[in-house]
Nanobody, 127 residues
Framework: QVQLVESGGGLVQAGGSLRLSCAAS????????MGWFRQAPGKEREFVAG????????YYLESVKGRFTISRDNAKDTVYLQMNSLIPEDTAVYYC????????????????????WGKGTLVTVSS
C-alpha cells in the first residue's frame, strides 16, 4: 500500500533552519504532485508548498515564500521542505501529501480530495 513517511521535525530557535523529508513507497512517485501542509494547535490545516511530478513547477503559501523551498528527488522517491528563517508562527505538525491529478496550486485549493497523506512530523520554533 502507499506510505508517506515524514522525518526531520524537531525543536529549533527562531531564525534557525530545518529540512523535512518525506519518503514515499507503493506508488510511481514521479507521477504524483507532492505537497506539504501544516496544522498549528487550534488552527485549521493549511497548504504550505507543492511541487509537480518532474519538479518543474512549484507553488507556495505567501507567508513562506523566500524562506521555504520544496524540492524532490525522484530517484529516491523523496520530497523535501527546506525551511529557513523560521519564526514561532511556523510551529505546527507538517504533513506530506501526494496526488495524481492536482497541480501544485490545486493542492492548496482542493486539499480535501488529496489521494494520500503522511502522519506528520512536529516542528516547534521557540522565540
Amino acid at each position: 500500500q502507499v506510505q508517506l513517511v515524514e522525518s526531520g521535525g524537531g525543536l529549533v530557535q527562531a531564525g534557525g533552519s530545518l529540512r523535512l523529508s518525506c519518503a514515499a513507497s507503493g506508488l510511481t512517485f514521479s507521477n504524483y504532485v507532492m505537497g506539504w501542509f501544516r496544522q498549528a494547535p487550534g488552527k485549521e490545516r493549511e497548504f504550505v508548498a507543492g511541487i509537480s511530478g518532474r519538479g518543474w513547477s512549484t507553488y507556495y503559501l505567501e507567508s513562506v515564500k523566500g524562506r521555504f523551498t520544496i524540492s524532490r528527488d525522484n530517484a529516491k522517491d523523496t520530497v523535501y521542505l527546506q525551511m529557513n528563517s523560521l519564526i514561532p508562527e511556523d510551529t505546527a505538525v507538517y504533513y506530506c501529501a501526494a496526488d495524481r491529478l492536482l497541480s501544485p496550486q490545486g493542492m492548496g485549493v482542493y486539499s480535501n480530495g488529496i489521494d494520500y497523506w503522511g502522519k506528520g512530523t512536529l516542528v516547534t520554533v521557540s522565540s
